[in-house]
Structures are given as C-alpha cells and as structure tokens.
C-alpha cells in the first residue's frame, strides 16, 4: 500500500503589514521607555527652577560650555514707601496664619514688571521675588508658634528679612510689635510693586486703627555683597571673635534676621553668611532661615548653608520644623543662635 508523505507544516502566520510596523516601532522605542522609566524614579518631588535662559551655566563643573558674563549687580540703593510702582498688585489674597490672624498679600505677574514669562529666575537681572515661596509661609507659621511658646519675643525688636520678595516674615514681624524692620531684596522693582504695596495693606493699615505695629520700616535692594552699606551692620559676629567689640558699640545691628528661599544658590552662599555675620546683633542675634533641603538644578539648599555655618563655629543650628507635604522637595526651618564662649 504505498503511503502518503508526512504533511508538511504549517508554516506561522506572517503579520500584516501593519503588524510589523507596529512591532518595529514598538521594540525600537523600548531602550527609550526604559531609560525613561529609570529616569523617573529618582526625580525629586519639588519642580525645577525655571530660567528665561535654559542655557545659563552656574558654573557647578558639569562640562556645560561657558555663557555670556553675568551683567553687573545693580546699586545697592534705599527704595522709599513713597515709591510704589504703578504696576502695584491690585487684588488682595488673605494668607490664614492661623484663627486670629491673616496676612494679605498681592499678586504681580512677571512679564509685567521683567517682561518675561513663566520664569522663576533671570541670572543677574531677576531673582525670583514676585513668586510666593512655600519657604516664606513656613517661616511665618515657625515664628508664630515659637511666639505662642514664648520661645521668641518680637516686641520691639530690630528685624531684617533677606531676599524679602512679598515680604510675609518682616510683616509678620511687624504685626507682633517689633520696634524696626527692613525689608531687602535684590530687585528694587520687586519692592515698588508687591513689597511696599503689601507693606502698606496689612502694617499701615493695621496702624490706622490704632493697632500696635513697627515704628520704623525700611526698603533696601540690592546684592548681599554690597547691601551691608546701607543696613544696620555692628560686625558683631567678627567683634566677637577678635575681641574688638569695643569700636563698635554704638552700631546694634538686628535681634533677628528672617530669610525664606535664599540659599538656593550655591555659589551665593558665602556673601549672604557674610552679611548675616556683619549685621547680627551681638549677644542675643538669632536667624531663622526657610527653605528645601535641596534645590535642583542650582546646588543650594538647608544643608548646604547648615554645613557652612558649622565649618565656620560663630553660630549654633537648631533644626525647628521639616516639612513634608508632597507639594515640594522636603522642607526645613531652623535657627542659628549666635555661639557665645
């Protein structure tokens, strides 16, 4: 009987056109998704800076070709009340510090004071002020209940709040009685239009109605290399430790400085140590500082300006309160005490 060939087999069925593409697309994309997917697992919570200039370099040694010079640092120059700037914030938006009391503030878009959009810094020409800072509600919530536990007393006090932008920390001071406080910030515009306006809505106006306030405000701009010529400065810090204090005296320098935000940058680190040790009153002088742990993108942070004080030895560090709400990078607030021997 003769017999039939095994049957041959079936051969697979060939993908429609489409198919393979499809495939091809798909696996040649693969590499891409997964260093994607590696990528994201160690992205920090809190957003990146933005800059008008993505090109800027910082110089932090990343191999980033040079850009072009910074241009020079603006006058160091007192800003008068009387100078409000047309382009004032109108609308006021109440800040809940808690049950009894609410700090009100305005809101100025950036393009029209700097003429850029959706920028939170522009090197040399715009340090960020207009934005209200996570840091800057910390640290009035800090001094509130340091206040409450009678930890801190503010009446009377002389008060500077460093790189002051809406300035909610020195008002805050302001409405708890302190006898003096200054306001800095790089930008002068940045104090003409929201500084001096939110100035005015909440401790002027707090003063009309016969409530206690400050009995003297000050407006300075400038950077912290040069800004020390125009604040109260005694060098108390410096007087300390070469035992000259004697020639100095007469100068009180300030009880508390207030800084939310500013250690941002790495490489302003050392001028804003420098002006916090020349114009901190000595014995009793304490800073408070706001701010993330880490700032991406331009090196900074908490723990870069904590490691500074304490290579340094001229102040103690108490770490107050770590914030953790998903809304940014970790936050902190702490508090350096001038280092009495």
């Known amino acids: 009987i003769p017999t039939r ?18 495939l091809s697309a798909t696996y040649a994309e693969l590499p891409h998704a997964m260093e994607k997917t590696e990528a994201k697992k160690p992205t920090p919570a809190s957003p990146l800076f933005s800059f008008s200039n993505p090109s ?7 191999g980033a070709a040079p ?3 910074p241009p020079p640092l603006p006058p160091a120059v007192e800003v008068l009340l009387s100078e409000e700037s047309p382009v004032a914030a109108g609308n006021l938006e109440p800040v809940v510090v808690d049950d009894s009391l609410s700090i009100y503030k305005g809101r100025v878009n950036t393009s029209d004071v700097f003429g850029v ?32 536990d009678d930890r801190l007393l503010m009446e009377g006090k002389h008060v500077l709040e460093l790189g002051c932008g809406h300035g909610l920390p020195g008002i805050y001071a302001g409405l708890k009685g302190a006898g003096l406080v200054h306001f800095q910030d790089f930008n002068a515009e940045v104090l003409r239009c929201l500084t001096i306006p939110n100035v005015k809505a909440n401790l002027l106006k707090k ?42 005296e007469g100068y009180r320098g300030y009880d508390i400085i207030l800084m939310a935000e500013t250690v941002y940058a790495l490489d302003s680190l050392p001028s804003l140590y420098r ?6 009153h000595y014995p009793s002088g304490v800073v408070y500082m706001a701010g993330k742990k880490h700032y991406f993108g331009v090196g900074g942070g908490t723990r870069q300006f904590l490691r500074l004080v304490r290579e340094d030895g001229a102040m103690q560090s108490d770490l107050l309160a ?4 998903g809304s940014s990078n970790v936050r902190e607030v702490a508090a350096f005490p001038l280092e009495l021997q």
């Open 5 to 22: 060939p095994p049957p041959s087999p079936i051969p697979p069925p060939r993908p429609s056109r489409r198919r393979e593409a499809y």
């Open 56 to 62: 800027a370099s910082f110089g932090f040694g990343f």
């Open 67 to 69: 850009g072009p010079p």
């Open 117 to 148: 959009k959706n920028s939170d810094l522009v090197p040399g020409k715009y340090e960020g002020g207009l934005k209200l800072w996570e840091g800057s509600l910390d640290l009035v919530k800090t001094l509130n209940s340091d206040i409450k």
């Open 207 to 248: 003063s009309s109605q016969g409530t206690s306030t400050s009995r003297s405000i000050g407006f300075y701009a400038g950077d912290w290399s040069e800004i020390d010529k125009l604040l109260l400065c005694g060098d108390a810090v410096q007087d300390k430790i070469t035992n000259l204090r004697t020639e100095n």
């Open 275 to 280: 002006l916090v040790k020349k114009c901190l």
């Open 322 to 325: 770590e914030v953790t709400d």
